[in-house]
């Protein structure tokens, strides 16, 4: 989602976003480049990316214990830090990088900023949650859980569970989506009366930029810490 011209393609009579695609593998490749270069010489006296590697793994792997049961947590521990790089980048992504075609469609741009990547994202948590729970509890203790404490709840929970799926994805994406239209906005002001409101603008934008960093950071924290609780809850038989 953008506000100038979108280029799309077809592939198998499905339509795809251009800057979609584009984007997500430029992450892909990043996300690949940092864990390859982090663990590519694996030793006892570790180096600074093992460190670092291995502080990731742990710090992903406590935002799963918050929610998540000791003796479960390692079978999401690969899910949680891949979803966490995996958004960290994407949101940082458009911050520093945005290319575009000379129709002016954006093609690089960070993929959390459309909606179809976020709720995807969302989509797919969700799935591992009611997988994982049908997976331990069963499907007849799994889908009971829907009727508690009344049988009349089912409306509520199948409600709760559409609320779920919207709001974890929308939040990221409103979040990221307005911080780089919010950076449009004040580059097309120093942009717009030379050199004057270029000195006037420059600061603003590198405030901004360092505040939408953290704000991406954030919001990838925000992503995972919400994702284990909603399987936490379905690894749970409701009283």
Known sequence: MNDGPVSTFQFLGLTFSTANVVSGLVVFLL????????????AM???????????????????????????????????GFTLFLFLFLS????LFIQLAMPNG????RSPTSDPIVTLTFSLMT?????????QKLGYKKHFANYLKPFVVWLPISIFEEFTNFLTLGLRIFGVIFSGEMLLKLIWGLATSHGLVTMIV????????QGFSAFLGAIQ??????????YISQKLEVEE
């Open 126 to 134: 969700l799935m591992i949650a009611q997988f994982s729970g049908v």
């Open 31 to 42: 996300v690949l480049a940092v864990v390859f270069f982090t663990s590519r010489h694996l």
């Open 91 to 94: 949101n940082q992504l458009g």
């Open 201 to 208: 603008a420059i600061p603003i934008e590198m405030v901004w």
């Open 105 to 108: 469609a954006t093609v690089v």
């Open 220 to 229: 990838a924290f925000v992503f995972v810490t919400l994702s284990s609780v």
């Open 45 to 79: 006296k570790p180096t600074k990316g093992q460190n670092f590697l291995e502080w990731l793994i742990e710090f992903t792997n406590g935002i799963l214990k918050g929610s998540i049961p000791s003796n479960e947590v390692s079978g999401f521990g690969l899910y």
